[in-house]
């Protein structure tokens, strides 16, 4: 996931040395010195790289440019991420967000690091509320029949 602006600067680098990489292969075509399964393996696993980065780079900029706005969660274990997404969402730096909560701009970039793990629950609602976000959660029951 890509949580700020160098992330973001040095994730469309890499892939443009996937793209780069990617169209060699192609271009180059299988060594003789190379079984064709593999060369096709390696190339199917650069795509797949390729992707990967496409895909966080789009949902950074789709946070970026408001084209987001909310997320469902369907796990608690979501909650760490979709603070981060607000973050980036409310078009906040880590250390404009660290500014809001009082704290060093090194401990919000810890946390977001390790999606919040060790951060209590009041810690995680003073963050949502520094954020301006509403969790609205619906928690159905297990209940014996």
């Known amino acids: 996931m890509i949580t700020n602006e160098r992330q973001y600067r040095i994730t469309k680098a890499e892939l443009r040395r996937f793209e ?6 192609a271009a180059a075509g299988p060594s003789p010195n190379v079984h064709p ?3 096709q393996a390696l ?3 650069t795509a797949s790289e390729r992707d990967e980065l496409r895909a966080q780079l789009a ?3 789709d946070l970026r440019s408001g084209r987001v706005v909310q ?14 997404e607000a973050r980036i969402a409310a078009r906040l730096t880590q250390r404009e967000l660290a500014e809001r909560l009082g704290l060093p701009e090194q ?27 509403q ?11």
């Open 37 to 39: 399964r593999i060369h």
């Open 59 to 61: 949902r950074y900029e």
């Open 20 to 25: 780069e990489a990617l169209a060699a292969q």
């Open 71 to 84: 997320r469902t969660l369907h796990s608690l274990r979501e909650l760490p991420v979709a603070l981060i």
């Open 43 to 45: 190339m199917d696993a």
């Open 107 to 133: 401990q919000v970039q810890r946390w977001e690091a390790n999606e919040y793990a060790g951060v209590g629950v009041d810690r995680l609602q003073t963050i949502a509320d520094a954020l301006g976000v």
């Open 135 to 145: 969790v609205l959660e619906t928690i159905t029951y297990a209940v014996p029949a």
